[in-house]
């Protein structure tokens, strides 16, 4: 089963009190090489790793994403992002555009279920699944 992987799962993981499951999550998807994730989170990632006072912080990120497939923003995803957000603007159940364009990247892989810690703002999105990573069962 492939998994698109938010930006929130990884932070579990990079916290100093890193959250257990989604710590055991993301060493599952490096051992099946299964997990997707967009640059729109490689970005999300860049910041906090540019912010932290630790040097090797940047390091650490990108080695973490090293073992997920990168899905890049182009046209048609841009396209659809914005096609979902005004969907919700319009709805009055908006969310933050980048989390749209995750959405988007996901599902041009074909893949419709986002392990996410933000199951609020995913599960508005029609077509998405919003799980956690004790959901996903792996």
Known sequence: MKFFVDTSIFVDY???????ASKSFIKSLMDVNTGYTSTITVAELSVGAHL?????????????L?????????RNI????????????KSGEEIELNDCLIAAAATSVGIDAIVTRNLKHFGRI???????PEEAGI
């Open 78 to 89: 841009a396209i659809e992002g914005g096609r979902i957000y005004s969907s919700l603007v």
């Open 52 to 64: 932290s006072p630790k040097k090797d912080a940047l390091k650490k990120t990108l080695n973490l």
């Open 66 to 74: 090293a073992p997920v497939i990168l899905v890049d923003i182009d």
């Open 126 to 132: 029609e077509g998405i699944r919003a799980i956690t």
């Open 14 to 20: 990079l916290r100093k009190d890193v959250v257990p």
